[in-house]
C-alpha cells in the first residue's frame, strides 16, 4: 500500500478501485500466467470487487485453482467463469464472504460443478432436493462432505441474493431436517436388531423447529419412542436411545471434514438428568404434572423431522393444547420475562454491547416478545401458532395483536440483524453471535450486506439503529395495543378487541381487566396533550406495574394521581423527560398500600421521585426547623399539629418511596445489596422525623400555654426502637418524661404543668387522623402503667437508686433525649450511665433474672395461633431474641468496652464483635436475622398500610412482601424457608450466648 504514486501499475489502480485492500498482494498473485484470464477480463475483476472481500476471494479463486487435478480441469473452471454470470456470482460471492467454505473448495475441488447452474429447484430447494444431495451418504465423515456441498449452494444463493434471510434460514432448517434423516438412516443401517424393536420420532425445536435456522447452530430436538408391535417397552427403549446416541454422535463428532452441529436434546423433560428418550404417554405425564411456563414456551416451535413421522405428528398433537394453555399459569408473563432477564444477566459484561443474539435489543428480544403475545392470544386464534418468527409477527399485525408500524419496524429490524448474524457465521462457520470488533471483519460484513461507501461506518450505524428499535418496541409491544383498544383513535388502523385486550391483562397479572381498561381509557382517550404523553408514559408504566406484585392497585393508583395533578403543568412533563421519576412512581404506586396512601394525600410530593438528592433523608436538625417554623405560623395547638403531621406525612413518603426503590431497584440503579444499610437508613429517618413531630407537638402545648417559656425544664427521653434509632412505619414511640422545676417555681406548680404538657402533647398527636398513627407510649417508665407520668430528675435518682430491678436496667440501653430540654436531657443520661453500664458487669443472680424474665416473655406474650418460627419480633430467632442477646453484653461488659456504650442494637453487636466477646461467625448471624426481620416488619407495614409481626395471609399481599425482599414470581416458599432457616441459626447463637446452653 506504500507504493509511490508515480510508480503504481495500472493493474494496481483497477485493483484499488475494485475494492482490495491488499492490491500489492493481488498483483501479485494475479501475474502467474495461469491468472492472466482472470487478470485480463475486466468482468471477472469486475466480480471480485462485487464480493465481500476481494482479497479473500481472489486468494480462494487460487487456491481453487491450485487444487484442480490437472491443466484441463483449471481451464475448465477459468473458462467456465468466463462464461456463465451465475457460476462467477455464486462462486466468487461464497469465495468473498466465507473462508471456510473456501477451504472447503480446496479440499474438494470439483464441488464447485454444484454452482454452476440455475435450476428450478435449486431457487428454493425443500427437504427432498437435500435428501437428495446427501443421499450417497454412508457414513458420518460423507455425511459431512455432502452437508457442506449443500450447503455452499445455500449460501451462494444468499451471497447473491437470490433468496432473502427468512429463505435462507429455511433452507438451512431443511438442510438440517435432511441431514437428521440421513443419519438416523446411517445409525438404523448400523443396529438393524435396534431398528426392529422401535419406533422412534425426532422432534426438532427451537431455530431448526422453527424453520429459521443459522448457519452454524446447535440443533435442538427431542426424541419419542415407542415399542414396535410386540417388542417389550423397556428394550424398546433401550433400543431408541442406542439409536438417537448414534445419531447424536454422527451429527456432532469432530471428522477429518470437521463437524456439521452438535445435536442438543437438554429441552426434553428433566434437561440433561432426564432420559434421552421417552414414550409418547410419558412426555405427556411430564408437561401435565412438572413443566415450567419455559418449557411451554419453547414447544411453540416443536416439529417432526425425522423417524416415524406418523408418531411425532401424534406427539405435538398431543402436547399443543398444553402449549396453548400455558398463558393460564400463574405468574405466567413474570416467569417468560424473568427467563429473559436472567440470559441478558449471564452475558459477560465486556460483551453485552456486541451481542447481537442475546443482549438487550437484539434478536432474543423480538423473538420472546413474539413467543409471549402467540401463548396469550393463540389459545383463541389459531392463526397465530406459527413457529416461525417473521410468520407468527405478521399474524400478530394481521390480528391487531400488534400496531402495523411496529411489526414493520421489528420485521426489518429482525431480518437486519438475522442477516448480519448470518455474514458473521458464514465466514468461518463457528457459532458465535458477538459482532466483531476488528476493522477488516466490520468492512467484510458490511459490504456483504450492500454497504459500500462507509461499510464499517454505515454497518455500525444501521446496527445501532434497529437494534436500539427493538429495544424501543420489545417492552412497549406488549401494552401499546391495550392504549390503541381503548383510546378510540387512528380508526383504519387494526386493534385489540376488547376480549382479547382482556385476555392479555389478566395474563400480565391484572385482577380486574375491565377496571384496568377502564383506567386506561381515562388516561389515555382524547387528543388533548396530556392524553398523548399518557399514551407515551403507559405502556412502558403497564410494564412496570405488571412486574408488581399488584399490578392492579398500581394502575389505580396512577389514575388517582394523575387526577389529582393532571393539570399541574410539571406533573407529566416530569414521568416523561425525567428517566428515573416514570419507573420510581411505578414502584412506589405497585409495592403496597403505605407509600400510595401518603401520596394521595401530598400528590405534590411525586416532585421526590424526579430529583437525583429528591429520596435522600433529611437530617432531624432541617426536619425540627422545618416542622417548628410550621407550628409557629400557626393559630392553635391543633392547627401547629396539623402542620407538623404535613411535614410528617411528605417525610414518610420520601422514606418509604427511596425504601421501595432502593429494594425493588430501576433499569438503570439495581435494587440494593447492602440491606443492613437500607434498614439503618429507614430505622434512622424515621426515628429523626418522630423526634421532630415531638418536638413541633411540645412547642406548640407551651406556646399555647404559657408563652415562650414553660415553668419546668422538660424533656422527651426516646426509648426502645425510638432511642436505639430503629424505627420502622409502624412503630410506637417509646417515650418517658423528665421534668426539673425553674429557679423560683413551685414544684407543684411545676408538676402540674409538666403533667398538662404530656396529656396535652399525647391529645394532640392522637387526634383522629388519616396519616399513620403515632402514638406514644410511656410504659416504660419507673412502676410502668402504675407510675406517674412524668417525673422530676430527682424522683427519678431517688426511685433507681432504691427501687431499680434489673429489666430497667436494661431497658435504659436505649434511652436517648429527643425533645425538649438539651442540658436536662445530658444530665438524665449521666444518671442512668451507672445503671445500665454498671462497674464490674452484672452479677449471676441478674443473669438468671433476665433468662428468666426472656423465657416468661416468650411464653406469655406470643400470640395465640401465631407461628413461632415466622413471629419476627417474639418468635425463634427474631428481633427480641437479638436484641436481648446484645443487651446482655452490654449489661456485662458495657463499663470495660465503650464501643458497646450505644442505643443502637447493630452497632452493640459490632462492638461486641470488634472486642472479641462474639465470634465474627455468630455476630454475622446474628445480625443477618435482626436486619431481615426488621425488612419483614417494615415490608409488612408498606404493603398492607399498617403494623405487622408477621408475614400476611393474603397470597397478593406475601408476594409483594417477597418482590420486597428480592423474591421474584412464585417464590414465596423460598422466601419463608429463608426465613425459618436463617432466623433458626440465629435462634441457636442465642441459645449459647443467652442462655448458656
Same mark, same amino acid.
Given at each position: 500500500?506504500?507504493?509511490?504514486?508515480?510508480?503504481?501499475?495500472?493493474?494496481?489502480?483497477?485493483?484499488?478501485?475494485?475494492?482490495?485492500?491488499?492490491?500489492?498482494?493481488?498483483?501479485?498473485?494475479?501475474?502467474?500466467?495461469?491468472?492472466?484470464?482472470?487478470?485480463?477480463?475486466?468482468?471477472?475483476?469486475?466480480?471480485?470487487?462485487?464480493?465481500?472481500?476481494?482479497?479473500?476471494?481472489?486468494?480462494?479463486?487460487?487456491?481453487?485453482?491450485?487444487?484442480?487435478?490437472?491443466?484441463?480441469?483449471?481451464?475448465?473452471?477459468?473458462?467456465?467463469?468466463?462464461?456463465?454470470?451465475?457460476?462467477?456470482?455464486?462462486?466468487?460471492?461464497?469465495?468473498?464472504?466465507?473462508?471456510?467454505?473456501?477451504?472447503?473448495?480446496?479440499?474438494?475441488?470439483?464441488?464447485?460443478?454444484?454452482?454452476?447452474?440455475?435450476?428450478?429447484?435449486?431457487?428454493?430447494?425443500?427437504?427432498?432436493?437435500?435428501?437428495?444431495?446427501?443421499?450417497?451418504?454412508?457414513?458420518?465423515?460423507?455425511?459431512?462432505?455432502?452437508?457442506?456441498?449443500?450447503?455452499?449452494?445455500?449460501?451462494?444463493? %444468499? *451471497?447473491?441474493?437470490?433468496?432473502?434471510? @427468512?429463505?435462507? #434460514?429455511? +433452507?438451512?432448517?431443511? !438442510?438440517?431436517? $435432511? &441431514?437428521?434423516?440421513?443419519?438416523?438412516?446411517?445409525?438404523?443401517?448400523?443396529?438393524?436388531?435396534?431398528?426392529?424393536?422401535?419406533?422412534?420420532?425426532?422432534?426438532?425445536?427451537?431455530?431448526?423447529?422453527?424453520?429459521?435456522?443459522?448457519?452454524?447452530?446447535?440443533? %435442538? *430436538?427431542?426424541?419419542?419412542?415407542?415399542? @414396535?408391535?410386540? #417388542?417389550? +417397552?423397556?428394550?424398546? !427403549?433401550?433400543? $431408541? &436411545?442406542?439409536?438417537?446416541?448414534?445419531?447424536?454422535?454422527?451429527?456432532?463428532?469432530?471428522?477429518?471434514?470437521?463437524?456439521?452441529?452438535?445435536?442438543?436434546?437438554?429441552?426434553?423433560?428433566?434437561?440433561?438428568?432426564?432420559?434421552?428418550?421417552?414414550?409418547?404417554?410419558?412426555?405427556?405425564?411430564?408437561?401435565?404434572?412438572?413443566?415450567?411456563?419455559? +418449557?411451554?414456551?419453547? !414447544?411453540?416451535? $416443536?416439529?417432526?423431522?425425522?423417524?416415524?413421522?406418523?408418531?411425532?405428528?401424534?406427539?405435538?398433537?398431543?402436547?399443543?393444547?398444553?402449549?396453548?394453555?400455558?398463558?393460564?399459569?400463574?405468574?405466567?408473563?413474570?416467569?417468560?420475562?424473568?427467563?429473559?432477564?436472567?440470559?441478558?444477566?449471564?452475558?459477560?459484561?465486556?460483551?453485552?454491547?456486541?451481542?447481537?443474539?442475546?443482549?438487550?435489543?437484539?434478536?432474543?428480544?423480538?423473538?420472546?416478545?413474539?413467543?409471549?403475545?402467540?401463548?396469550?392470544?393463540?389459545?383463541?386464534?389459531?392463526?397465530?401458532?406459527?413457529?416461525?418468527?417473521?410468520?407468527?409477527?405478521?399474524?400478530?399485525?394481521?390480528?391487531?395483536?400488534?400496531?402495523?408500524?411496529?411489526?414493520?419496524?421489528?420485521?426489518?429490524?429482525?431480518?437486519?440483524?438475522?442477516?448480519?448474524?448470518?455474514?458473521?457465521?458464514?465466514?468461518?462457520?463457528?457459532?458465535?453471535?458477538?459482532?466483531?470488533?476488528?476493522?477488516?471483519?466490520?468492512?467484510?460484513?458490511?459490504?456483504?450486506?450492500?454497504?459500500?461507501?462507509?461499510?464499517?461506518?454505515?454497518?455500525?450505524?444501521?446496527?445501532?439503529?434497529?437494534?436500539?428499535?427493538?429495544?424501543?418496541?420489545?417492552?412497549?409491544?406488549?401494552?401499546?395495543?391495550?392504549?390503541?383498544?381503548?383510546?378510540?383513535?387512528?380508526?383504519?388502523?387494526?386493534?385489540?378487541?376488547?376480549?382479547?385486550?382482556?385476555?392479555?391483562?389478566?395474563?400480565?397479572?391484572?385482577?380486574?381487566?375491565?377496571?384496568?381498561?377502564?383506567?386506561?381509557?381515562?388516561?389515555?382517550?382524547?387528543?388533548?396533550?396530556?392524553?398523548?404523553?399518557?399514551?407515551?408514559?403507559?405502556?412502558?408504566?403497564?410494564?412496570?406495574?405488571?412486574?408488581?406484585?399488584?399490578?392492579?392497585?398500581?394502575?389505580?393508583?396512577?389514575?388517582?394521581?394523575?387526577?389529582?395533578?393532571?393539570?399541574?403543568?410539571?406533573?407529566?412533563?416530569?414521568?416523561?423527560?425525567?428517566?428515573?421519576?416514570?419507573?420510581?412512581?411505578?414502584?412506589?404506586?405497585?409495592?403496597?398500600?403505605?407509600?400510595?396512601?401518603?401520596?394521595?394525600?401530598?400528590?405534590?410530593?411525586?416532585?421526590?421521585?424526579?430529583?437525583?438528592?429528591?429520596?435522600?433523608?433529611?437530617?432531624?436538625?432541617?426536619?425540627?426547623?422545618?416542622?417548628?417554623?410550621?407550628?409557629?405560623?400557626?393559630?392553635?395547638?391543633?392547627?401547629?399539629?396539623?402542620?407538623?403531621?404535613?411535614?410528617?406525612?411528605?417525610?414518610?413518603?420520601?422514606?418509604?418511596?427511596?425504601?421501595?426503590?432502593?429494594?425493588?431497584?430501576?433499569?438503570?440503579?439495581?435494587?440494593?445489596?447492602?440491606?443492613?444499610?437500607?434498614?439503618?437508613?429507614?430505622?434512622?429517618?424515621?426515628?429523626?422525623?418522630?423526634?421532630?413531630?415531638?418536638?413541633?407537638?411540645?412547642?406548640?402545648?407551651?406556646?399555647?400555654?404559657?408563652?415562650?417559656?414553660?415553668?419546668?425544664?422538660?424533656?422527651?427521653?426516646?426509648?426502645?426502637?425510638?432511642?436505639?434509632?430503629?424505627?420502622?412505619?409502624?412503630?410506637?414511640?417509646?417515650?418517658?418524661?423528665?421534668?426539673?422545676?425553674?429557679?423560683?417555681?413551685?414544684?407543684?406548680?411545676?408538676?402540674?404543668?409538666?403533667?398538662?404538657?404530656?396529656?396535652?402533647?399525647?391529645?394532640?398527636?392522637?387526634?383522629?387522623?388519616?396519616?399513620?398513627?403515632?402514638?406514644?407510649?410511656?410504659?416504660?417508665?419507673?412502676?410502668?402503667?402504675?407510675?406517674?407520668?412524668?417525673?422530676?430528675?430527682?424522683?427519678?435518682?431517688?426511685?433507681?437508686?432504691?427501687?431499680?430491678?434489673?429489666?430497667?436496667?436494661?431497658?435504659?440501653?436505649?434511652?436517648?433525649?429527643?425533645?425538649?430540654?438539651?442540658?436536662?436531657?445530658?444530665?438524665?443520661?449521666?444518671?442512668?450511665?451507672?445503671?445500665?453500664?454498671?462497674?464490674?458487669?452484672?452479677?449471676?443472680?441478674?443473669?438468671?433474672?433476665?433468662?428468666?424474665?426472656?423465657?416468661?416473655?416468650?411464653?406469655?406474650?406470643?400470640?395465640?395461633?401465631?407461628?413461632?418460627?415466622?413471629?419476627?419480633?417474639?418468635?425463634?430467632?427474631?428481633?427480641?431474641?437479638?436484641?436481648?442477646?446484645?443487651?446482655?453484653?452490654?449489661?456485662?461488659?458495657?463499663?470495660?468496652?465503650?464501643?458497646?456504650?450505644?442505643?443502637?442494637?447493630?452497632?452493640?453487636?459490632?462492638?461486641?464483635?470488634?472486642?472479641?466477646?462474639?465470634?465474627?461467625?455468630?455476630?454475622?448471624?446474628?445480625?443477618?436475622?435482626?436486619?431481615?426481620?426488621?425488612?419483614?416488619?417494615?415490608?409488612?407495614?408498606?404493603?398492607?398500610?399498617?403494623?405487622?409481626?408477621?408475614?400476611?395471609?393474603?397470597?397478593?399481599?406475601?408476594?409483594?412482601?417477597?418482590?420486597?425482599?428480592?423474591?421474584?414470581?412464585?417464590?414465596?416458599?423460598?422466601?419463608?424457608?429463608?426465613?425459618?432457616?436463617?432466623?433458626?441459626?440465629?435462634?441457636?447463637?442465642?441459645?449459647?450466648?443467652?442462655?448458656?446452653?
Amino acid at each position: 500500500m506504500n507504493v509511490p504514486q508515480g510508480r503504481r501499475s495500472s493493474t494496481f489502480t483497477r485493483l484499488l478501485r475494485h475494492g482490495f485492500t491488499d492490491p500489492s498482494a493481488a498483483e501479485r498473485l494475479l501475474d502467474s500466467a495461469e491468472l492472466s484470464p482472470v487478470r485480463a477480463d475486466p468482468v471477472l475483476l469486475d466480480a471480485l470487487g462485487a464480493t465481500a472481500d476481494p482479497d479473500q476471494a481472489l486468494l480462494g479463486l487460487v487456491r481453487l485453482l491450485e487444487a484442480q487435478p490437472d491443466r484441463t480441469a483449471r481451464r475448465e473452471l477459468l473458462d467456465t467463469l468466463i462464461a456463465s454470470k451465475p457460476l462467477r456470482d455464486r462462486l466468487l460471492g461464497v469465495l468473498g464472504a466465507s473462508a471456510a467454505l473456501g477451504d472447503h473448495l480446496a479440499r474438494h475441488p470439483r464441488d464447485w460443478h454444484a454452482l454452476v447452474m440455475y435450476e428450478p429447484e435449486d431457487l428454493h430447494p425443500g427437504v427432498e432436493e437435500f435428501e437428495r444431495g446427501l443421499a450417497e451418504a454412508v457414513d458420518p465423515v460423507s455425511l459431512r462432505v455432502a452437508y457442506r456441498r449443500c450447503l455452499l449452494s445455500i449460501a451462494a444463493r %444468499d *451471497v447473491c441474493g437470490t433468496t432473502d434471510v @427468512a429463505q435462507t #434460514a429455511a +433452507e438451512l432448517a431443511d !438442510l438440517a431436517t $435432511a &441431514t437428521l434423516r440421513a443419519a438416523l438412516t446411517i445409525a438404523q443401517a448400523a443396529a438393524p436388531e435396534d431398528t426392529a424393536l422401535c419406533r422412534i420420532a425426532v422432534i426438532a425445536m427451537g431455530k431448526c423447529g422453527g424453520h429459521e435456522l443459522n448457519y452454524v447452530s446447535d440443533v %435442538d *430436538v427431542i426424541f419419542v419412542g415407542e415399542a @414396535a408391535e410386540g #417388542a417389550d +417397552e423397556g428394550k424398546a !427403549l433401550q433400543a $431408541a &436411545t442406542r439409536l438417537a446416541s448414534h445419531l447424536m454422535r454422527i451429527c456432532s463428532e469432530t471428522t477429518v471434514e470437521g463437524t456439521i452441529w452438535p445435536v442438543d436434546a437438554n429441552l426434553r423433560p428433566e434437561g440433561r438428568n432426564g432420559p434421552l428418550v421417552r414414550t409418547l404417554s410419558s412426555h405427556l405425564a411430564y408437561y401435565q404434572r412438572w413443566a415450567k411456563t419455559w +418449557e411451554f414456551q419453547a !414447544l411453540l416451535k $416443536a416439529r417432526p423431522v425425522a423417524g416415524d413421522l406418523e408418531l411425532g405428528e401424534q406427539y405435538v398433537a398431543t402436547l399443543s393444547p398444553l402449549v396453548w394453555q400455558a398463558a393460564e399459569r400463574e405468574n405466567f408473563v413474570a416467569d417468560v420475562q424473568k427467563m429473559r432477564r436472567r440470559v441478558v444477566a449471564n452475558i459477560p459484561a465486556a460483551e453485552i454491547e456486541r451481542e447481537l443474539k442475546l443482549g438487550p435489543g437484539g434478536l432474543r428480544d423480538v423473538e420472546f416478545a413474539v413467543q409471549l403475545l402467540q401463548l396469550v392470544h393463540g389459545r383463541s386464534d389459531t392463526s397465530l401458532r406459527s413457529g416461525t418468527t417473521l410468520d407468527a409477527l405478521k399474524a400478530l399485525a394481521v390480528g391487531g395483536y400488534v400496531g402495523r408500524v411496529d411489526a414493520a419496524q421489528l420485521d426489518e429490524a429482525y431480518r437486519f440483524l438475522r442477516s448480519m448474524e448470518h455474514r458473521i457465521q458464514l465466514h468461518r462457520l463457528r457459532r458465535t453471535h458477538l459482532v466483531p470488533e476488528d476493522e477488516a471483519d466490520l468492512r467484510r460484513i458490511g459490504r456483504s450486506l450492500g454497504l459500500r461507501t462507509e461499510p464499517v461506518t454505515e454497518l455500525n450505524r444501521a446496527w445501532r439503529r434497529h437494534s436500539s428499535a427493538v429495544r424501543r418496541l420489545h417492552e412497549k409491544l406488549f401494552y401499546r395495543p391495550l392504549l390503541d383498544a381503548v383510546a378510540q383513535l387512528a380508526p383504519g388502523e387494526a386493534r385489540l378487541s376488547a376480549d382479547a385486550a382482556r385476555e392479555r391483562l389478566v395474563a400480565l397479572g391484572y385482577a380486574d381487566p375491565a377496571a384496568a381498561l377502564r383506567h386506561l381509557e381515562a388516561l389515555a382517550s382524547g387528543v388533548t396533550r396530556k392524553a398523548a404523553i399518557q399514551r407515551t408514559l403507559l405502556p412502558v408504566l403497564l410494564g412496570w406495574f405488571a412486574d408488581s406484585a399488584d399490578p392492579d392497585a398500581g394502575l389505580l393508583g396512577f389514575r388517582k394521581v394523575s387526577d389529582a395533578l393532571g393539570k399541574t403543568p410539571w406533573y407529566l412533563r416530569l414521568l416523561r423527560d425525567e428517566g428515573a421519576a416514570a419507573q420510581n412512581l411505578a414502584r412506589v404506586l405497585s409495592a403496597g398500600r403505605l407509600a400510595p396512601d401518603l401520596l394521595m394525600r401530598a400528590p405534590e410530593a411525586v416532585a421526590l421521585l424526579g430529583d437525583p438528592s429528591g429520596l435522600a433523608p433529611r437530617d432531624r436538625g432541617h426536619l425540627e426547623q422545618e416542622i417548628l417554623a410550621a407550628v409557629g405560623r400557626a393559630d392553635d395547638g391543633e392547627q401547629a399539629v396539623t402542620a407538623a403531621r404535613g411535614v410528617r406525612r411528605r417525610e414518610l413518603f420520601r422514606t418509604a418511596a427511596a425504601d421501595i426503590v432502593a429494594s425493588y431497584g430501576t433499569e438503570e440503579s439495581p435494587a440494593e445489596a447492602d440491606t443492613g444499610a437500607l434498614v439503618d437508613r429507614v430505622g434512622n429517618a424515621v426515628s429523626d422525623l418522630t423526634a421532630a413531630t415531638i418536638a413541633g407537638a411540645l412547642r406548640a402545648v407551651v406556646r399555647d400555654r404559657w408563652g415562650d417559656t414553660l415553668p419546668t425544664r422538660f424533656a422527651v427521653i426516646g426509648m426502645g426502637r425510638f432511642g436505639g434509632h430503629e424505627l420502622g412505619y409502624g412503630s410506637d414511640a417509646d417515650v418517658i418524661f423528665v421534668h426539673e422545676p425553674r429557679e423560683g417555681v413551685d414544684e407543684q406548680e411545676a408538676a402540674e404543668a409538666a403533667n398538662t404538657v404530656v396529656a396535652e402533647m399525647r391529645r394532640l398527636l392522637q387526634l383522629p387522623s388519616s396519616d399513620p398513627p403515632l402514638l406514644i407510649d410511656a410504659d416504660l417508665r419507673p412502676e410502668g402503667k402504675t407510675g406517674p407520668l412524668v417525673r422530676t430528675l430527682k424522683s427519678y435518682e431517688a426511685y433507681y437508686r432504691r427501687w431499680s430491678l434489673v429489666w430497667e436496667s436494661q431497658a435504659l440501653l436505649r434511652a436517648e433525649p429527643v425533645a425538649g430540654d438539651e442540658d436536662l436531657g445530658r444530665r438524665f443520661v449521666e444518671l442512668i450511665d451507672p445503671l445500665r453500664y454498671p462497674a464490674e458487669g452484672l452479677g449471676e443472680d441478674a443473669v438468671r433474672e433476665i433468662r428468666r424474665l426472656k423465657a416468661r416473655m416468650e411464653s406469655e406474650r406470643l400470640p395465640r395461633g401465631a407461628d413461632p418460627t415466622l413471629h419476627t419480633k417474639l418468635g425463634r430467632g427474631g428481633l427480641s431474641d437479638v436484641e436481648w442477646t446484645v443487651q446482655l453484653l452490654q449489661l456485662r461488659h458495657g463499663w470495660a468496652e465503650p464501643g458497646l456504650r450505644t442505643t443502637r442494637t447493630r452497632e452493640a453487636l459490632a462492638a461486641a464483635c470488634a472486642a472479641e466477646l462474639i465470634s465474627g461467625e455468630y455476630a454475622a448471624i446474628l445480625d443477618d436475622a435482626w436486619v431481615l426481620a426488621t425488612r419483614v416488619r417494615n415490608a409488612v407495614m408498606l404493603v398492607r398500610g399498617r403494623a405487622g409481626d408477621t408475614f400476611p395471609s393474603d397470597g397478593r399481599e406475601l408476594a409483594a412482601v417477597g418482590r420486597y425482599l428480592g423474591y421474584g414470581p412464585g417464590h414465596v416458599g423460598d422466601m419463608l424457608d429463608d426465613y425459618r432457616r436463617r432466623t433458626r441459626r440465629a435462634r441457636a447463637v442465642v441459645e449459647e450466648l443467652l442462655y448458656g446452653a
